[in-house]
């Protein structure tokens, strides 16, 4: 419950947390009304359509970050003294890689260790990096690495943006195209914090263009909802590689390629900065390394 209670605060919003759990609506609902029920008094009230603390929330709030915190600390340390080498991982992965790369490999790695127990969350970038910073993720996979914070890392694989267009775009006639071309085109962009959104405008900026140079239609919080948009004819797009290929498989969307500049990018691997981690970690974090190797993709 306690668990259910903090992203709910964090996010503002039952359904999200159901979806991220894998549990229904109502469920969500029953944990919170226990929990106030329990303690005699309000922890949440609507404010608009989103969901803020009441003063009694907020203080079980931070009362359950703790909690969680000693739970998990408790874990780790059971972990390494149990005999069987149960263990459990919290991943965290932004869009791309958590759509499209880390589903395969988790199964993959399932395989050879069954006993992990293993969870992910899926957000942008930001997101992703302040969770691992804080603890609360054991392991994350992002695109892109930000400064200052507390966390360790490494880079993982190569992944580049490509420009995506419907599928009767009169771009496509062409073959590929300058930036030049593209500046009075309609955009769709990812949302601020992602790291599609980062690699796109230092790129830009480097080629002397700024994303307020661009015609932009809209901002989405996914590479999914980006990619239908251009399918619906909405506009162009830069997208990662790895969401692009699939889609135009399926024949949604097609690709074009600029002949001036190049979007390109790392994933990368983050973890908090300690001195131990547990067994369980260790692990995935030597197979992530495998992956990398078997790719071919840039050293540390």
């Not at 919003?13 to 894998?22: D, H, I, K, P, W």
């Not at 340390?77 to 790369?101: C, N, Q």
């Not at 054991?138 to 580049?160: P, S, Y």
Request: hydrophobic letters at 40%.
């Amino acid at each position: 419950m306690f668990r259910t209670f903090v992203r709910v605060v964090e996010t503002q919003n039952l359904s999200r947390v159901a979806e991220e759990f894998g549990i229904s609506q109502p469920a969500v609902s029953k944990q919170i009304q226990t929990l106030e029920e329990m303690y005699g008094v309000l922890l949440l009230e609507r404010a608009g359509r989103r969901l803020k603390p009441t003063d009694a929330g907020e203080a079980l709030y931070r009362c359950a970050r703790e909690i969680l915190k000693a739970l998990q600390k408790t874990e780790t340390v059971m972990e390494d003294h149990s005999e069987s080498r149960k263990g459990h991982l919290l991943l965290g992965a932004s869009t791309i890689p958590g759509h499209y790369i880390m589903p395969v490999l988790i199964k993959m790695f399932k395989e050879r260790a069954p006993h992990i127990n293993i969870s992910m969350q899926v957000g942008d970038t930001e997101r992703i990096v302040n969770k691992v910073a804080d603890k609360e993720l054991d392991i994350g996979i992002v695109g892109a690495l930000l400064g200052g914070r507390r966390v360790d890392g490494f880079k993982w694989l190569a992944d580049e943006l490509v420009l995506v267009v419907p599928k009767d775009h009169p771009l496509l006639k062409s073959g590929s195209v300058s930036l030049r071309d593209l500046v009075h085109e309609h955009w769709i962009f990812r949302e601020k914090g992602s790291g599609t959104r980062l690699t796109m405008e230092e790129t830009l900026k480097a080629a002397g263009l700024r994303s307020e140079d661009l015609n932009v239609l809209a901002e989405l919080g996914s590479t999914e909802a980006v990619l239908s948009s251009v399918e619906a004819g909405m506009g162009i797009s830069l997208v990662s590689y790895w969401g692009a290929r699939e889609a135009e498989k399926a024949g949604k969307i097609k690709t074009l390629k600029i002949n001036d500049v190049e979007f390109k990018r790392n994933l990368y691997v983050i973890f908090p900065k300690q001195k131990n981690r547990r067994k369980s970690v260790e692990s995935f974090l030597e197979f992530l390394k495998e992956v990398r190797e078997n790719r071919g993709s840039t050293e540390n």
